[in-house]
């Protein structure tokens, strides 16, 4: 895989391109019929059954328009609630288009002009990209000269055009105040993951992976490692400049760690999915020449920055395993994140990355089907939102069908219990076999927000999982419970 640049503007592109999380900002703007308020998930890896609704979408058989970008969807979604907010944004970081911003986003394009002349003045303009009047919606640009937008003091996440605003917005604000002071510190304290000054803790394992059934066990057995991290972190030149350039107070040692803490589950929380999957699944990871594993619908967020040895704790679940091959398939796969052609077999503990750029059923005909790529042992889509979008639909048909009818152990992500009703009842549609779904005990931690909705319930990233596996008939609720009782 082709070293991916670790020039500062490039990490600084990253890191403020990434803060608008186009996948969950278009997955978030789904009708309003298929939305409702959610919490954050249990921690329990009990499964739990859904009731489908009542009202089914109908899936179309054939594609007959250009294959969507969930990303570019997401950015141009900000203009529902916000009209105006996305030139905002692209004029606060110095781009003349989607299209650039885009190439940014995908390592494909130059960022030497990206116009910051020193931290400060970043951090400032990714702020101002954040003021917009929460309640009435309006931007800097749209109030008279005797007003200005001010932050909520509770949260620092959100603002207002006036008393007025504030007061009305209240009621719906207080719900989500405390959650929302947590991703305004999360969305600063992530510029230390960029830049690779917070190192997540890694190594063997001291227990077997069975024992290991969340974070709460995860941390445990990760104790003193993580704490000699975090107090390495906490200390750092790195944390020093970030606090002194962000423009507003230091918070306490013990909030920076939790945000810490929030932040190494967000990273590695789907490296620990894929082994949720191959354990659920019953995969052999002891497997001559090692197991493959496709992340189909991969975008940026799965590749811009990722390094060799970001999903080593995967290895680290299945000690002796013979090798783990992951392949990322996306048409928004980072330009940076080159096509894998080998099928040699891998050496054993060794956990290799790479990627395509590509809808998955493309790739399977080209590169599968050849004996170019070898074949999946599981296949993972993180939040695939096509239960929000008729396009995506049409996009992810032809893949779900191919995973059906080839009988490829399947696991696929949500961000809420309402899109895993939504994704449970189209995936029942298709006829195929779902063997359990329930949340996810490796969930990110890290509360995700809707940018543009900004007192809408915040969400966790792989929050709740679906794992089917072929083809079965429609299955009615009591049957699926039967199945679910079976699973996971």
Request: hydrophobic share 35%.
């Amino acid at each position: 895989m082709k070293t991916q640049c670790t020039c500062l503007a490039c990490k600084i592109s990253f890191y403020i391109c990434s803060t608008y999380s186009p996948r969950y900002q278009w997955t978030a703007m789904a009708p309003r019929s298929r939305q409702r308020r959610h919490k954050k998930p249990p921690s329990s890896v009990t499964p739990m059954v859904v009731t489908p609704p009542t009202v089914v979408t109908s899936v179309p058989l054939t594609l007959s328009k250009p294959d969507p970008s969930i990303d570019a969807l997401g950015f141009f979604s900000l203009e529902n609630n916000v009209p105006g907010l996305s030139q905002l944004i692209l004029q606060k970081l110095n781009m003349k288009s989607y299209e650039e911003y885009k190439l940014v986003l995908d390592g494909g394009a130059s960022v030497s002009g990206f116009g910051f002349r020193c931290l400060r003045e970043m951090f400032q303009k990714m702020e101002d990209t954040f003021q917009f009047c929460a309640h009435c919606r309006a931007l800097p640009s749209g109030l008279s000269d005797s007003k200005v937008l001010r932050q909520c003091k509770r949260c620092r996440n959100v603002y207002y055009c006036g008393p007025e605003c504030q007061k009305s917005d209240w009621p719906e604000h207080r719900k989500v105040c405390q959650e929302l002071r947590l991703v305004a510190v999360d969305r600063l304290m992530e510029w230390l993951l960029v830049t690779g000054a917070f190192v997540l803790p890694s190594g063997p394992w001291p227990c077997l992976a069975e024992v290991v059934q969340g974070w709460d066990t995860w941390f445990s057995m990760r104790h003193l490692q993580l704490e000699a991290a975090l107090d390495a972190v906490l200390g750092s030149h790195a944390m020093n400049t970030l606090w002194a350039n962000v423009g507003r107070p230091r918070p306490d040692p013990d909030v920076l760690q939790g945000s810490l803490k929030r932040l190494l589950t967000d990273a590695l929380s789907r490296p620990l999915t894929l082994g949720l999957g191959l354990r659920a699944l019953g995969i052999d990871i002891g497997k001559t020449g090692g197991s493959t594993v496709h992340v189909v619908g991969a975008s940026h967020v799965e590749t811009f920055l990722t390094r060799p040895g970001d999903y080593d704790e995967l290895g680290y679940m299945f000690p002796g395993h013979l090798g783990l091959r992951v392949i990322m398939v996306g048409i928004d796969v980072s330009a940076n994140f080159t096509q894998s052609t080998s099928t040699s077999p891998l050496e054993p503990g060794t956990v290799q990355l790479s990627g395509h750029r590509g809808l998955y059923h493309d790739f399977w005909e080209e590169q599968v089907e050849t004996g170019q790529i070898a074949h999946p042992d599981l296949v993972v889509a993180f939040h695939p939102g096509f239960h929000a979008s008729p396009d995506l639909m049409e996009a992810w048909l032809p893949t779900l069908l191919l995973l059906r009818d080839y009988e490829i152990p399947t696991l696929i992500t949500v961000y809420s219990h309402q899109e895993l009703a939504a994704s449970l009842q189209i995936l029942v549609d298709l006829d195929t076999h779902i063997t359990a779904y329930g949340a996810n005990p490796f969930a990110s931690l890290k509360p995700e927000q809707v940018y543009s909705n900004p007192n809408k319930q915040p969400v966790y990233c792989s929050a709740y999982y679906i794992m089917f596996l072929g083809s079965s008939c429609q299955l009615d609720r009591t049957q699926l419970e039967e199945k679910v009782d079976g699973g996971v």
